[in-house]
């Protein structure tokens, strides 16, 4: 961090790597894969994987689309994707990775056609949890429910939920529903759950799992060929304790019961997590978990002056821009404050990584949007009308109506550049290669 933002560890996880995959020839040589969709779903760690994502993409100078201001700081979610919902100063990209609702045909229109799908499921429970208390104040569903009660909800949820209503989608398999699927399909459907899980397996290369965010990441890092430090992130978007609840008995097999397409999905991407886990060798796994733990802990003690850093509420925080959304008064999502002698001794570099991993979700989108939007005006007189995106003729200016449920974003206008790779330095990761395959290409064939 003290010698121009790049974290050297790589060679340490060489030493400590997987023998077997080391010993490959050409793996050194490969490239980082850049053209990657992730599906941010809801309350499952995406916004910690989307500030990863972020930061991937302006360290490499690729292109993030992003949503035109209509949108919000997501694309128009809860309404199908389209490439409508994409700012054409964000084309044509590399990366996408805000809140949306999947819709396979309108991303392959839009993204490369080596483009690596990846997105990350949470465990029912937890993340009904979760859905409750941050959504309380906006969905009908869970604002019905007397005393804010979740046992009560789950005593009798059609009491409180309406399938069509403005917002039902936080309260009923949100995941199904991010993924583009239905998710007011009955428990006794089990031809449309089997079906769907094993589309959403041909769709993406990587199921992540958020309890196993760590171990996800090791796989994602071989699935794209990417070092250790790319993989880097402070966790963002937590609540405080005092808003969590935890779980009485019986109440997580009663969510599991009302989502139960979430519930399929879970159990099936876990196993195959820990299958994948284990084709690329325990050992190799924790140490690359353990080497990833050590390094993250070294980089907030940099950042947060020698100490590890105080999570603080939104009013705590001085600096505006690194204070998280709260949906409502009653739930406290926490953040971070840099201390304000960050400057000494620390590159105008590592200031700006430090900054970048506690930025929230609606900031980063909105700093991103502005510096992608300089670099497409710069770069708009050298180009030829050819060398446009096809998305980007015509600009299009005229958006269907829709209410934002979410936190409202200020997005200014915004790039695009086209690369696809990026030059990987052979140091350390000599031989790691993934024996996860892309599925882009099957996923282009369908
Ligand atoms: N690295 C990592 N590992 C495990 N869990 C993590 C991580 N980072 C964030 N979190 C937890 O994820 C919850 C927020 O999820 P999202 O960022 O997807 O929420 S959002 O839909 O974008 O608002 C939120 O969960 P709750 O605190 O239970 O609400 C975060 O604490």
């Given at each position: 961090l003290h010698h121009g933002g790049h974290f050297s560890w790589t060679m340490e996880a060489f030493h400590l790597g997987c023998p077997a995959l080391r010993s490959h020839p050409a793996a050194g040589l490969k490239p980082k894969h850049t053209n990657v969709a992730f599906l941010?779903?809801?309350?499952?760690a995406s916004t910690t994987m989307q500030n990863l994502l972020f930061r991937f993409a302006e360290h490499n100078n690729l292109t993030v689309a992003l949503p035109v201001q209509a949108c919000s700081h997501q694309?128009?979610?809860?309404r199908s994707f389209t490439s409508?919902?994409?700012?054409?100063?964000?084309?044509?990209?590399n990366i996408i990775t805000s809140h949306m609702r999947f819709n396979k045909a309108e991303l392959q229109r839009l993204m490369p056609n080596d483009t690596i799908y990846v997105t990350i499921l949470r465990e029912p429970g937890s993340m009904f949890e979760s859905l409750f208390s941050y959504y309380n104040q906006y969905c009908q569903s869970f604002k019905r429910v007397p005393n804010g009660s979740l046992e009560a909800f789950l005593e009798e949820p059609w009491r409180y939920?309406?399938?069509?209503?403005?917002?039902?989608m936080y309260a009923r398999n949100t995941l199904t529903f991010d993924l583009?699927?239905?998710?007011?399909?009955?428990?006794?459907?089990v031809v449309y759950a089997r079906a769907f899980v094993a589309e959403v397996e041909r769709v993406f290369s990587l199921v992540m799992i958020a309890e196993y965010f760590d171990e996800s990441l090791v796989l994602l890092r071989h699935l794209l060929s990417?070092?250790?430090?790319?993989?880097l992130y402070f966790k963002l978007n937590m609540r405080t304790p005092s808003s969590k609840r935890s779980l009485t008995p019986g109440l997580p097999a009663k969510i599991r019961a009302w989502n139960s397409l979430d519930a399929r999905l879970y159990d099936h991407f876990n196993a195959s997590l820990w299958r994948q886990l284990s084709a690329l060798g325990p050992a190799c796994v924790a140490r690359e978990v353990r080497l990833l733990r050590r390094a993250q802990e070294r980089l907030m003690r940099s950042c947060f002056g020698g100490r590890m850093p105080l999570l603080r509420s939104a009013a705590q925080i001085k600096n505006k821009d690194l204070r998280p959304w709260q949906p409502s008064g009653k739930v406290d999502i926490v953040g971070y404050d840099l201390p304000v002698?960050?400057?000494?001794?620390?590159s105008s570099q590592a200031q700006e990584l430090c900054l970048k991993l506690i930025m929230p979700e609606v900031q980063y989108t909105r700093v991103l949007l502005r510096s992608q939007s300089l670099r497409y005006r710069r770069s708009y007189q050298l180009?030829?009308?050819?060398?446009?995106?096809?998305?980007?003729?015509?600009?299009?200016t005229v958006l269907p109506r829709h209410r934002s449920q979410q936190p409202p974003a200020a997005p200014g206008p915004a790039s695009g550049t086209g690369s696809t790779s990026t030059s990987k330095?052979?140091?350390?990761?000599?031989?790691?290669?993934?024996?996860i395959r892309s599925k882009s290409s099957q996923t282009q064939a369908s």
């Open positions: 941010k779903t809801h309350k499952t694309f128009c979610y809860p409508h919902f994409v700012h054409s100063h964000t084309l044509p990209p939920y309406r399938p069509d209503e403005k917002d039902s583009g699927g239905d998710k007011d399909r009955p428990a006794t459907d990417w070092d250790l430090d790319d993989i002698n960050l400057s000494r001794g620390f180009r030829s009308p050819q060398q446009s995106h096809p998305l980007q003729q015509p600009i299009r330095p052979a140091a350390g990761t000599q031989g790691w290669t993934t024996k």
